[in-house]
Antibody, heavy 119, light 106 residues
Framework: QVQLQESGPGLVKPSETLSLTCTVS????????WSWIRQPPGKGLEWIGY???????KYNPSLTSRLTISVDTPKNEFSLKLSSVTVADTAVYYC?????????????WGQGTLVTVSS | IQMTQSPSSLSASVGDRVTITCRAS??????LNWYQQQPRKAPKLLIY???NLQSGVPSRFSGSGSGTDFTLTISSLQPEDFATYYC?????????FGQGTKVEIK
């Protein structure tokens, strides 16, 4: 059974870069799309972007200028970097498996990690 | 594509039939998914491609619709179904979620 686990700092200072990694276990990262989603405290879900196992990416236009998503297939993990963060970037960040096609939904999620932006 | 769910919240009793609606700002074929989120938990996929039940999800959940109008139905509400439900389109990036519908106990 595939499992996803987010890791990274829980506290980031304003103007710095938020970096998270999602480690995939119990299955291969190949042949799937992988995504990042975030949820500010008490609010709804926001799609951040996706990466295909071959490295192709698509980002939310609201974050494109600050966002990089990358994949490391030998390590079976993918990562998110969000630069120049502000308090508005405080959220629970989830990684998720999209499936072999984008029509299949996000069928497997990490537990989520809270990232707080504060000085 | 903007996704609008209705209602934003509802109160229902165990055994009730519950219907949640999701409307898209433009036609999106059937690239519509439904998720359930319990407090402090990650979302869980219930329905993909508008009407396909995800493996392991109880059959009391069903989805329908195409184009711009979609529906999630819970045929007989169970205690574990009190949660927030989100629709999501994966037809075209940016993939967007509805604002959520909170199902509460009456």
């Amino acid at each position: 059974q595939v499992q996803l686990q987010e890791s990274g700092p829980g506290l980031v200072k304003p103007s710095e870069t938020l970096s998270l990694t999602c480690t995939v276990s119990g299955g291969s990262i190949s042949s799937y799309y992988w995504s990042w989603i975030r949820q500010p405290p008490g609010k709804g879900l926001e799609w951040i972007g996706y990466i295909y196992y071959n490295g192709n990416t698509k980002y939310n236009p609201s974050l494109t200028s600050r966002l990089t998503i990358s994949v490391d297939t030998p390590k079976n993990e993918f990562s998110l970097k969000l630069s120049s963060v502000t308090v508005a970037d405080t959220a629970v960040y989830y990684c998720a498996r999209v499936g072999t096609t984008t029509a299949l939904g996000f069928d497997c999620w990490g537990q989520g990690t809270l990232v707080t932006v504060s000085s | 594509i903007q996704m609008t769910q209705s209602p934003s919240s509802l109160s229902a009793s165990v055994g009730d039939r519950v219907t949640i609606t999701c409307r898209a700002s433009q036609s999106m074929n059937s690239y519509l998914n439904w998720y359930q989120q319990q407090p402090r938990k990650a979302p869980k996929l219930l329905i993909y491609a508008a009407s396909n039940l995800q493996s392991g999800v109880p059959s009391r959940f069903s989805g329908s619709g195409s184009g711009t109008d979609f529906t999630l139905t819970i045929s007989s509400l169970q205690p574990e179904d009190f949660a927030t439900y989100y629709c999501q389109q994966t037809y075209t990036p940016p993939w967007t979620f509805g604002q959520g519908t909170k199902v509460e106990i009456k």
